[in-house]
């Protein structure tokens, strides 16, 4: 099993934890310290040596942070995690705090009404982060002090940092050599009058030379930074033991290995203009760098426009993930009547699909497997202690995703366990229409994933309807299975470009009822005129190929084109996945594809 099912964290140890890093605040003179859910790399997952706000409040969210100052704390978390937070910090102690509402300089406002000294370690925050803040406390006498990292001080069992093996990614799924890679990046550094630039993203350095790693639970990438030179030269900076004689072998004499320690020092020794993201880049960075130049990550974008390589490897990937899916849920209609299934065993039974295809290398995060009420926690992550057995008439919210060799996975679906429960089937039937709405979309050059999101949103915001996340976030192949820039948001401006691969995913979540997404990924098309058009337009090619449950759909509900869409899409799968299946799956396909 990649997933496991313990309960990571829990609330009793925050009181007593906040306590003792409230000394360390007394004794350096300070009235609190920021603490975040970051390592110095900006990545969203973090190794287990770096959860330290889970470590500290009990909080295990993918975002957020804690403010801790003298006399109280405050929790700052989005709209996905609104339940989970109050389930997992000491709410005496800890305060949740809406970061889509409140700003942390307006509560640190109001919290230090008379001024005060807030730390925080420069290798957790990022330069634009902290600017942010600056801005926002001017005139409050609040002032932001660099310091060493107070947590790590009182965190007496702090795990070591991992030393997982980095392994090559072979140019059959990679597409594009590393030295063309670094050719083609390094030509543009040069372009710009850049001597260098600092990489401090462990995907994008992951991407750049072809390698991949196992630091960081789900994502497979080594935790490194890199110096990439103008003449296509990189240094890389990781524990050495992690790279083997054949790692060594693939990056070849224009890669130079350094232990991290010397990382710091390297950066100090640089010369010339040096690029460095202030998005992704650590404030300590920037402040060893002499002559710094903003400027976004040059693998940034190369990465999220996948090569045709790339997007065939996520075909076969889906493909091979989809006949999994189906096995699944062929057995889940079997098992769950009889009212024997709980969520572990559920999300166990899946795991184990996917491993039958022996291909899977990892999960690409933790299964969320919600049934009722617990489908209604956007990120929920079932536990030991929150095990919920799954009862006649459930809806169970199944989303999870794989890793393999040739692409990565992410998939949802909402489940009818018998009778849906009253209003189940018509606001799962106003997510599919936005589902719908977005997949048939197409859009002029230059739209971002801000003028789309309205599309998945529509058909519930007429029903007085929405949901508190993102309608889609970028997929790397075999790498992160969140990935920027690209986004389907309110908050995205980055353009939508041919290759960039997206989940589209609407929602509704009714608290203490039930939880209904439906997610598929997509990838966007090469820009084509279409017949009597006159501007070039971009579309999506779906990549999951999963049938949607037709027990919650009101087909009434359902315009033409959209049943039109959605029979195409089932007559699609069956197509594709008839071949992959037992005979019994087979059947149940058959049934499950059948057209409205």
């Known amino acids: 099993m990649f997933q496991t099912f313990d309960t990571p964290t829990s609330p009793e140890t925050g009181a007593p934890r906040l306590a003792a890093l409230r000394a360390v605040l007394r004794k350096d003179g ?107 406390l001017e005139g409050t006498g609040i002032a932001l002090v660099k310091s060493r990292n107070l947590v790590d001080e009182i965190w007496q069992d702090r795990p070591a940092p991992p030393t997982g093996r980095v392994v090559v990614h072979d140019l059959g799924f990679a597409g594009e050599s590393h030295a063309d890679k670094r050719a083609r990046l390094g030509k543009a550094l040069g ?65 130079t290995i350094r232990p991290e320690e010397d990382f710091a020092p390297a950066l100090g020794a640089l010369r010339g203009p040096v690029g460095v993201d202030k998005t992704s880049a650590p404030v300590a960075v920037s402040d060893r760098v002499s002559d710094v130049v903003w400027a976004a990550d040059p693998c940034i974008l190369p990465k999220a426009c996948k090569n045709p390589v790339e997007i065939a490897g996520m075909r076969a990937a889906h493909i091979r993930d989809g006949a999994a899916m189906v096995e699944f849920l062929c057995w889940l209609d079997q098992e769950a009547p009889k009212g024997t299934l709980d969520e572990i065993g559920v999300v166990r039974r899946l795991e184990a699909f996917r491993a039958n295809t022996n291909m899977l290398r990892d999960i690409s995060f933790d299964t969320i ?115 920027g820039p690209q986004r389907i948001s309110r908050a995205s401006d980055i353009a939508l470009q041919a290759g960039m691969v997206l989940s589209n995913e609407p929602g509704y979540y009714k608290e203490g009822a039930f939880g209904i997404r439906i997610e598929n990924l997509v990838v966007v098309t090469p820009a084509e005129i279409p017949d009597g058009g006159e501007r070039p337009v971009h579309g999506f090619e779906t990549l999951t190929f999963v049938p949607i449950d037709k027990r919650l759909i009101v087909v009434d509900m359902l315009e033409k084109g959209e049943r039109d869409w959605l029979n195409a899409y089932h007559a699609e799968v069956r197509e594709k996945l008839h071949a992959q299946l037992g005979d019994v799956a087979q059947q149940w396909l058959k049934a499950a594809c059948a057209p409205l």
């Open 369 to 483: 497997c919600g049934a009722g009420p617990d489908g209604a926690i956007v990120h929920y992550r079932v536990t030991t202690d929150s095990n919920r057995k799954i009862a006649p008439n459930d809806i169970l919210l199944v989303d999870s995703g794989g890793q393999y060799v040739d692409g990565t996975t992410d998939i949802t679906r909402t489940i009818a366990i018998g009778t849906p429960p009253e209003g189940a089937a018509r606001a799962n039937t106003l997510v599919l229409k936005g589902m719908i709405a977005l997949s048939r979309a197409r859009w002029p050059v230059g739209i971002s994933g801000h003028d789309l999101d309205a599309f998945a949103r529509m058909a519930l915001w007429q029903a007085g309807l929405d949901y508190d996340h993102g309608t889609g976030h970028g997929v790397g192949a075999y790498l992160g299975v969140h990935e």
């Open 30 to 136: 300070l009235d609190g310290f920021l603490v975040p859910r970051a390592d110095a790399h900006m990545g969203e997952n973090v190794a287990p040596c770096d959860e330290r706000l889970a470590w500290l409040t009990g909080f295990t969210g993918s975002a957020g942070f804690c403010a801790a100052l003298l006399d109280t704390a405050g929790v700052f978390i989005d709209g996905r995690y609104t339940l989970q937070v109050r389930q997992q910090v000491d709410l005496d102690v800890y305060t949740p705090v809406p970061m889509h509402q409140v700003k942390l300089a307006d509560w640190l406002k109001t919290a230090l009404p008379k001024g005060g000294k807030v730390a925080y370690d420069p290798w957790l925050h990022g330069f634009d982060e902290i600017a942010t803040l600056e801005k926002g």
């Open 191 to 255: 372009e710009k009058r850049l001597k260098a630039f600092v990489l401090t993203l462990p995907d994008s350095i992951a991407w750049l030379l072809n390698i991949r790693g196992s630091d960081i639970a789900n994502t497979p990438v080594a935790l490194c930074f890199a110096i990439l030179h103008a003449d296509a030269r990189v240094d890389l900076f990781i524990n050495p033991a992690k790279c083997d004689a054949e790692v060594r072998a693939h990056l070849g004499p224009e890669i």
